[in-house]
């Protein structure tokens, strides 16, 4: 079992930036396919940025850049730099771990990021 641990969402006024970390408990995180989702209210849970074990990033349109993603293995820890943000960008975030051997997702209890002047 895998815990994930998600900080740094907030309130921020539109144009601004937010950067949320991860934390995992796994000894074993370098293996990891990680990424970030959001859910806003009354819409699907959507992925906003997936980093995989060798540090190949995927992002959706609608954030390709002005989200990054990355990954401190020694720190067991995901990031996601978002900058430029949009009401729009309005959410909770959660934060995944993909064991490619297993195919088993983890989740973050989720933060969450309100984009509002």
């Known amino acids: 079992q895998v815990q994930l641990v998600e900080s740094g969402g907030g309130l921020v006024q539109p144009g601004g930036s937010l950067r949320l970390s991860c934390a995992a408990s796994?000894?074993?995180?370098?293996?990891?396919?990680m990424g970030w989702f959001r859910q806003a209210p009354g819409k699907q849970r959507e992925v906003v940025a997936a980093?995989?074990?060798?540090?190949?990033?995927t992002y959706p349109d609608s954030v390709k850049g002005r989200f990054t993603i990355s990954r401190d293995n020694a720190k067991n820890t995901v990031y996601l730099q978002m900058n430029s943000l949009k009401p729009e960008d309005t959410a909770v975030y959660y934060c995944?771990?993909?064991?490619?051997?297993?195919?088993?997702?983890?989740w973050g209890q989720g933060t969450q990021v309100t984009v509002s002047s």
């Open positions: 980093i995989t074990s060798s540090g190949s990033t």
């Open positions: 995944n771990a993909y064991q490619p051997f297993t195919k088993v997702h983890y």
């Open positions: 796994t000894t074993i995180f370098s293996v990891y396919t």
